[in-house]
């Protein structure tokens, strides 16, 4: 029996193919099934697994959105309880009972599987029962982070395919398909695919093979610059033209306007901030309502000094004009240029 959880559905999706490849196919028409917590009571899923198989030696038994069959306003249940994921003893009820029962004495030609988003609470019977239990193997799933990103990419290629993607291809494949695993292991697929097994994946490779592209916001180009990294920031710049719905050069005049409003805030929060105005006065001479907004304007001030403010006024003034006509440039290099200019 083995309960699956967590956020990164990938690889609780890979373990469920896994175990649904151990029963022949010829024999999962009438030994396999996958049934769901919001369309099926706990006494019909225990009722499965308890059946003994067809002509195999062994019957599976898929649940997912398992904590569905604990909530009473799903029509397919027989539970009387509240939601098990609460942090009390009201996971002791008649159905989870009914489970744990079920745990203590699994038919032996049976695999349960259960599958949900998060497991359920651990101080209660429920949560102790899936997670603590020996023969319920856990596993619980959290999404990569994102700067793990290539590094996981490098070792799953490494893993699965016995093939090597460079470093800075990587980091390319990470940033243009952002953390979706499933893409990622789509598009390393069709890259093995189209390169011999001899040859690893190069930068170039990953710019002309893989055609996803992931959306990223002028904000996350902000934090990108804040961070004075040149190549991310060039990198999500890039995105963000070839993503854009309009034209590159309205894209980079929104990206300008942007940039010119957050720096003409950090400006006025430097100047205030010298004269030793308290930080309540400031956000309200600002103009900034939000809280939360106010603080990362006041953490992002501290990342360009105040003597730095004309020459990056000066850039964002130089790229307003070029992008409207005052430059033979392309808009994306009027934007590289900018972004190149500000960080110094």
Same mark, same amino acid.
């Not at 896994?18 to 999962?28: G, K, S, V």
């Not at 769901?36 to 706990?42: D, Q, W």
């Not at 904590?67 to 306003?73: G, I, K, L, Y």
């Not at 998060?118 to 019977?125: D, E, V």
């Given at each position: 029996?083995y309960?699956?959880?967590?956020?990164?559905?990938f690889?609780?999706?890979?373990?469920q193919?896994?175990?649904?490849? &151990?029963?022949?196919?010829?024999?999962?028409?009438?030994?396999?099934?996958v049934l769901?917590?919001?369309?099926?009571?706990?006494d019909?899923?225990?009722?499965?697994?308890?059946?003994y =198989?067809?002509?195999?030696?062994?019957?599976?038994?898929?649940?997912?959105d398992?904590?569905?069959?604990?909530?009473?306003?799903?029509k397919s249940?027989?539970?009387?309880?509240?939601?098990?994921?609460?942090e009390d003893e009201?996971?002791?009820?008649?159905?989870?009972?009914l489970?744990?029962?079920?745990?203590?004495?699994p038919? =032996?030609?049976?695999?349960?599987?259960?599958?949900?988003k998060?497991? =359920?609470?651990?101080?209660?019977?429920l949560?102790?029962?899936?997670?603590?239990?020996?023969?319920?193997?856990?596993?619980s799933?959290?999404?990569i982070?994102?700067?793990?990103?290539?590094?996981?990419?490098?070792?799953?290629?490494?893993v699965?395919?016995?093939?090597?993607?460079?470093p800075?291809?990587?980091?390319v494949?990470?940033?243009?398909t952002?953390?979706d695993? &499933?893409l990622?292991?789509?598009?390393?697929?069709?890259?093995?695919?189209?390169?011999?097994?001899?040859?690893?994946?190069?930068?170039d490779?990953?710019r002309?093979?893989?055609?996803?592209a992931?959306?990223?916001?002028?904000?996350e180009?902000?934090?990108a610059?804040?961070?004075?990294?040149?190549?991310?920031?060039?990198?999500?710049?890039?995105?963000? &033209?070839h993503?854009?719905k309009?034209?590159?050069v309205?894209?980079?005049?929104?990206?300008?306007s942007?940039?010119?409003?957050?720096?003409?805030n950090i400006?006025?929060?430097?100047?205030?901030?010298?004269?030793?105005?308290?930080?309540?006065?400031?956000?309200?001479?600002v103009?900034?309502?939000?809280?939360?907004?106010?603080r990362?304007l006041?953490?992002?001030?501290k990342?360009?000094?105040?003597?730095?403010?004309?020459?990056?006024f000066?850039? &964002?003034?130089?790229?307003?004009?070029?992008?409207?006509?005052?430059?033979?440039?392309?808009?994306?290099?009027?934007?590289?240029?900018?972004?190149?200019?500000?960080?110094?």
């Open positions: 029996m309960f699956f959880c967590g956020e990164e559905s690889y609780v999706d890979a373990l193919d896994c175990i649904i490849e &151990l029963m022949p196919a010829d024999m999962r028409d009438f030994n396999l099934d769901y917590g919001t369309e099926h009571s706990l019909k899923v225990l009722g499965i697994a308890r059946s =198989p067809m002509m195999s030696d062994r019957r599976i038994v898929i649940l997912r398992f904590s569905a069959v604990f909530d009473p306003r799903n249940t027989n539970v009387d309880s509240e939601n098990p994921d609460e009201s996971n002791s009820t008649a159905s989870v009972e489970l744990i029962n079920y745990l203590n004495k038919n =032996p030609s049976a695999i349960l599987v259960m599958i949900d998060k497991a =359920p609470s651990g101080n209660t019977k949560g102790r029962a899936v997670t603590k239990k020996e023969h319920v193997g856990f596993g799933f959290d999404p982070p994102e700067e793990r990103l290539p590094e996981w990419i490098v070792e799953w290629a490494k699965t395919h016995k093939r090597v993607i460079e800075r291809a990587a980091q494949m990470a940033r243009l952002g953390s695993l &499933l990622v292991s789509t598009e390393l697929d069709k890259l093995f695919t189209f390169k011999n097994n001899d040859e690893s994946i190069s930068e490779d990953v002309k093979l893989v055609t996803v992931r959306e990223y916001s002028v904000f180009l902000k934090e610059l804040f961070s004075k990294n040149i190549a991310n920031t060039l990198t999500i710049a890039e995105q963000i &033209l993503t854009s309009s034209t590159d309205g894209e980079v005049i929104r990206i300008v942007f940039f010119y409003s957050v720096f003409s400006w006025q929060i430097q100047r205030l901030t010298q004269k030793g105005i308290p930080s309540k006065q400031i956000q309200t001479t103009g900034v309502k939000s809280d939360f907004y106010f990362n006041t953490k992002d001030s990342a360009f000094p105040a003597n730095q403010m004309p020459l990056i000066e850039a &964002l003034l130089d790229a307003d004009r070029s992008v409207k006509g005052m430059s033979k440039l392309e808009a994306k290099d009027i934007l590289f240029l900018l972004l190149r200019r500000i960080i110094g």
